[in-house]
């Protein structure tokens, strides 16, 4: 249903809205509440111009007024998505609590992309929330995914940050702010376990037939698409963790309604990078027990997807017991997918191009020796990659084995430091200098979250200008936390 707030210009938005045919169960017509003041603090340029919109037209007010939820673009069917998760191990039902979805914009290449705005007031799921989101995690979202993007690496991605000119109040009165998000889609673990929990079939069979459609199209026409879609979605899933393992990245809250179907990194809350190298590193201030962990996250990715299996088993047999014998042999499958990526991964960061049998324990070995060290994760590869004896004691012995081991294979020095130098990123997003950025933007100035933003968009090379961003935070400091955001 059109919306009587239609914005004037077209501004290249050409919205389909493929999720609001779905069974309405799956979600509730909901329009974003305005605000008292849009103002647009971050505008990303170049992905607006990738999905065919209109840079000028939305540089100014009319984007402030659409991206803080003011103004529905033409076409946009505003709706809040119904889910639930398993958040630290237990069910709720959730949904969008703070966030509408706009529709999907299909691009001039012909891609589909939701188009999400988060923190863009109350929907009939946000239970005692207030719908609104506080302009430091938005902020933070939005340097986090996009560095996440330059690094290669599957994620939703951060089109813009609107503030509202209205307090949230949490623990103080803090300034609000709307995250628009583009990501392949919002279909969820806990969209999935959202379905099956209703017991409306019709609504099931859609949603998988929705995600086959939009993530998965060649497994269209499979003799079981359930068990089909579960087997891909656990290989996106190893791939993806494996990517996180390999640059350092810690989700923070890896529940099931923060993973998504697409296999993209989605809902950056606490997450962070790690600096000294510890597989038991956990930021997250809510994270008591440590179960979202650096090193923990694999097993994580793997317990989440058996509560996407329980979510399909209706799907999979008629018996259920079929149905989970079935089920777990892909599984099954995981743990070994998972390893194969990780090996490669690290392989690569090595700059090893050829596979040998004791390629694990040289990783293994060069981690154990990091941990001892207090080594810097991302800062001992580029050291390698130099040449150089990463910083701490007792090197020798390992750097005369991974020699040894680079000397076994034909590739030449320079094709070794090529590879290195392609894998290992220079600059991450260090805690420090975010939080330095976040500090000036709610002092109101947004160019040391610009600077960091372009900075980080460009990782894998060390230049003059990332130089000072690429210094392990100052030792000795309290350890680092991270908070929800909500
Ligand atoms: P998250 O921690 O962002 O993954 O959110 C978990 C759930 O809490 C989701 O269903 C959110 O929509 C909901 N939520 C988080 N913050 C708020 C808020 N301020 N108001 C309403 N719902 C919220
Ligand atoms: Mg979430």
């Known amino acids: 249903m059109p919306d009587e707030r239609d914005s004037g210009t077209d501004a290249g938005w050409k919205f389909d809205n493929s999720y609001a045919r779905l069974p309405e169960t799956l979600f509730s017509r909901v329009a974003p509440v305005p605000v008292r003041q849009p103002g647009l603090v971050l505008f990303n340029e170049r992905l607006a111009a990738s999905l065919g919109l209109d840079v000028g037209a939305l540089n100014g007010p009319e984007g402030a007024g659409i991206f803080a939820g003011n103004l529905v673009p033409p076409g ?16 709720t039902n959730l949904g969008d609590g703070r966030a509408v979805l706009l529709g999907e914009q299909i691009t001039p290449t012909g891609a589909r992309f939701d188009i999400q705005l988060k923190g863009s007031g109350p929907t009939p799921y946000s239970r005692r929330g207030d719908g609104r989101a506080v302009l430091g995690p938005m902020v933070r ?14 994620t939703t991605r951060s089109l ?32 999935f376990e959202y379905a099956t929990a209703t017991g409306d079939r019709a609504a099931l069979t859609a949603l998988l037939a929705h995600t086959i459609t939009r993530h998965y199209p060649e ?18 899933q190893a791939s ?32 962070a990078f790690m600096d000294a190298f510890d597989e038991a590193t956990v930021f997250s201030s809510i994270d008591r027990h440590g179960r979202y962990a650096y090193g923990n996250q694999p097993r994580i990715a793997q317990w989440n997807l058996a509560r996407l299996a329980e979510g399909l088993l209706p799907l999979i047999a008629e018996k259920e017991e079929e149905a989970i014998r079935l089920a777990e042999g892909v599984l099954g499958k995981f743990a070994d997918e998972f390893q194969g990526h990780w090996l490669e991964g690290f392989r690569s960061k090595l700059g090893l191009f050829t596979a040998e049998a004791g390629d694990e324990a040289l990783i293994r070995d060069l981690l154990a020796l990091m941990k001892d060290s207090g080594a810097d994760f991302t800062n001992t590869f580029i050291a390698l990659a130099k040449g150089d004896t990463p910083e701490g004691g007792g090197w020798t012995a390992w750097m005369d084995r991974w020699k040894a081991r680079l000397a076994s294979q034909p ?32 002092e109101g100035d947004f160019s040391k979250v610009q600077r960091l933003v372009q900075v980080l968009s460009d990782p894998f090379a060390e230049t003059m200008e990332n130089e000072a961003f690429r210094k392990p935070p100052p030792s000795g400091g309290e350890p680092y936390r991270t908070f929800c955001g909500t």
């Not at 813009?160 to 628009?180: D, K, M, Q």
């Not at 990517?243 to 890896?254: C, D, K, L, S």
């Open 240 to 271: 993806l963790v494996a990517r996180w393992m390999q640059v350092g990245f810690i989700h923070g809250v890896m529940n099931t309604d923060n993973m998504a179907l697409s296999g993209e990194t989605i809902d950056y809350g606490p997450c």
């Open 160 to 191: 813009a940050v609107a503030t509202t000119g209205e307090p949230v109040f949490r623990e103080e009165a803090l300034p609000g702010a709307v995250l628009t998000r583009v990501a392949a889609s919002h279909v969820r673990v806990g969209t």
């Open 219 to 236: 497994l269209e026409g499979a003799e079981n698409p359930a068990l089909a879609l579960l087997g891909a979605a656990a290989s996106r």
């Open 411 to 442: 590739q030449t020095e320079s094709e070794v430091i090529a590879r290195m130098r392609s894998v290992n990123p220079a600059v991450i997003p260090r805690n420090h200098r975010v939080e330095e950025a976040l500090a000036a933007a709610m």
């Open 141 to 154: 979202e939005y340097i986090i995914s996009e560095a996440m993007h330059a690094l290669g690496i599957p």
């Open 76 to 91: 946009a069917e505003p709706l809040a998505q119904a889910y639930a998760g398993h958040q630290f191990g237990h069910f």
